[in-house]
Every structure is written in structure tokens, then in C-alpha cells.
């Protein structure tokens, strides 16, 4: 008897444990969400249709992996590495779309030699990022950047 109700204590303080730790699949509450579109959205208002540049880090001209760093250090207080490469190896790897949140880093791989470019998702598909021919824009996942989906990271 006291075998079993020690088995069963053990049980649920291992169920309260995985509780506490959480895992990718948690989701952020509807306050999170809204607080980070309302950064997100004031990044963009103030970022709108600068310029693409390879190497840019200003609004002079910017590449899709320095808006990303700009983003995450003016709105989120967190430094993130400068190339698009090194930023793919942070956070946590979210494997089902239905997982996504607003703040993931949604990264692609593009053409034959596969350039890697990056936006941050804004949910409803969308993604903000530094296209290379219209400049800081929000496009849609659907369609062509779909097709070249390549990883989604949980940075915040």
C-alpha cells in the first residue's frame, strides 16, 4: 500500500515537473501576442519601404538579417547574431505550422545556390522582412515563399 502511494506521489511530481519545464508546442497568452504585434507594428511603421542593401544596417539601406537584429534589439531588448547563418543556429526549431507565433524568426532558402534570407512572423502567414526588390515589406508565406520554407526558430 504505501509502495503504490509512493509510485503515485512520484508519478505526479514528474507530471508537475514536465508541467513546469513546458515544451515548443506551449503558446504565448493573447497579451503576449498583442504586445508583440504592437512592437512589431511600430518597427515596421518606422522601417517601411527602406531600401534592400547587402550589408546595410541603417535605413540608408538594410539586408533582411540586420532589420532582424534592429527588430529584436530595439522592441525585444535581445542581441541577435548579425548574419542570417549564425541566426539559424539560436532558439528553438518549431516544426508545425500550426505552432508558429508572432516574434518566430521564419527562414527560407532561395535559388540554386541557396541564399538564406529571414523575416520575423506577424501571424495570419505574414512575415515582415527586407525584400530585395521592394525593400522592408510584410509578404505573405503562401505561394512562392512557401516553396521555400526552410526553418521556423522560437527566438523570444
Known sequence: MLKNKFIIVKILFLLYLFLLTGCSSTRISDKERSRRVVKISSFYREWKGTKYRLGGTSKAGVDCSALM????????????????????????????????????????????????????????????????????????????????????????
Open 69 to 156: 537584429g534592429r527588430l529584436y534589439i530595439e522592441k525585444f531588448n535581445m542581441k541577435l547574431p548579425r548574419t542570417t547563418e549564425k541566426m539559424v543556429l539560436e532558439g528553438e526549431k518549431v516544426k508545425n505550422r500550426n505552432q508558429w507565433e508572432v516574434g518566430d524568426l521564419v527562414f527560407f532558402k532561395i535559388g540554386r545556390k541557396k541564399v538564406r534570407h529571414v523575416g520575423v512572423y506577424l501571424g495570419d502567414n505574414r512575415f515582415l522582412h527586407a525584400s530585395t526588390s521592394r525593400g522592408v515589406i510584410i509578404s505573405n508565406i503562401d505561394g512562392y515563399w512557401n516553396e521555400h520554407l526552410w526553418k521556423v526558430k522560437k527566438i523570444l
